[in-house]
């Protein structure tokens, strides 16, 4: 930090932490970990289950999910397409906001649409984010029903309901795909951590 | 990390990683400092020095101002009464989620309005937000003009600019108050370094 003497003509020295300064304190990287996937797939309790992980490996996480999103930074969002979208692209800059601070940031919402997701994933650079694909079939999605929210979109109480009312676009490429009707929560977490480690993300056990 | 065989009758256990553990992983707690002033009354150079200085003590942090926002979280905002309050308002949001994170935010913008800043600090618990006055005459600021929007605003280039032609409502219960016309760069970062080991936020040096 450099001081200098205070007067209306000299402007004060700048400083700043950038990225890298903070990955280096940290020990690891930053990056995106985008889970996408029906409801009922287990992107939220997979996401913390894989943040869990990180936390014992001492690694920065935080995971943005519809608890701390839905009333918070889109509560004035409805479910329009329009506000959809929106609501998609805030959660994506402000992960590009934790990537930057150094943070491995998880985000465990639907989001079904490709042009969606590749529009967050435009907004870093390459190997900074990876879409973790939690395939999961739809019946089992169904059956399970954790929520009560598949009953509700059959009867038409919810329009436009994934999967059943509107369109899931499934990744074509992406970074990560558990499967998590087959696997377990730890074969799943395992999955996510290896890629990690082969990508540099944190480091090799 | 508990595992659980999956099936569809079968809900995962999940796991939850909190602030608090957060804060013990960072040895310190998480915050928002809150910088507000006249534009080129220094917010953003003394929020980037006091990131420096804590990050030089190993502390977590991030600076959020018009450099990572404007074009991003807030490209979709103009300047009008409403999008300016909800400019504020996601800001706050974003501060929260940082907070949540364990970090310490800094956030440098002008939020000249009193009630915007009254409904940040609404979000968090007592002892989370440190509103920090970077309190500098407005004749100071216009002779400094850095970036020339004094001089826009005079002319009327620029409508309802914060201290010419739209007020700014002073701090009257600021936990901080830092005279930048008057303070060198360094003694600013010590007064808030000094209330923040008061508070417990960081360790006493």
């Known amino acids: 930090m450099t001081e200098k003497k205070q007067s209306s003509n000299v402007v004060w020295h700048q400083a700043t932490v950038d990225r890298k300064m903070r990955e280096t304190l940290n020990g690891h990287k930053g990056a995106i970990l985008w889970f996408?996937?029906?409801?009922?797939?287990?992107?939220?309790?997979?996401?913390?289950?894989?943040?869990?992980?990180?936390?014992?490996?001492?690694?920065?996480?935080?995971?943005?999910?519809?608890?701390?999103?839905?009333?918070?930074?889109?509560?004035?969002l409805g479910f329009s397409d329009a506000a959809r979208v929106e609501n998609i692209r805030r959660i994506g800059e402000v992960s590009k906001l934790f990537l930057e601070a150094g943070t491995i940031a998880l985000t465990a919402f639907i989001s079904?649409?490709?042009?969606?997701?590749?529009?967050?994933?435009?907004?870093?650079?390459?190997?900074?984010?990876?879409?973790?694909?939690?395939?999961?079939?739809?019946?089992?999605?169904?059956?399970?029903?954790?929520?009560?929210?598949?009953?509700?979109?059959?009867?038409?109480?919810?329009?436009?309901?994934?999967?059943?009312?509107?369109?899931?676009?499934?990744?074509?490429?992406a970074e990560i795909v558990v499967d998590t009707a087959q696997q377990t929560l730890d074969e799943c977490v395992a999955a996510v951590l290896a890629v990690l480690r082969e990508k540099g993300v944190i480091q090799a056990a």
Request: aromatic share 8%.
């Open 112 to 173: 079904p649409f490709r042009a969606d997701r590749d529009r967050v994933r435009g907004l870093v650079e390459d190997g900074d984010f990876f879409e973790i694909y939690c395939k999961c079939d739809l019946a089992v999605c169904e059956e399970r029903d954790v929520k009560g929210l598949y009953k509700k979109a059959r009867s038409g109480e919810i329009p436009e309901f994934t999967g059943i009312s509107s369109p899931y676009e499934a990744p074509e490429n």
């Open 36 to 76: 996408t996937g029906l409801s009922g797939s287990g992107k939220s309790t997979l996401a913390h289950a894989v943040e869990d992980a990180l936390h014992g490996l001492g690694a920065r996480t935080y995971v943005l999910d519809g608890d701390n999103i839905r009333h918070g930074l889109c509560g004035d």
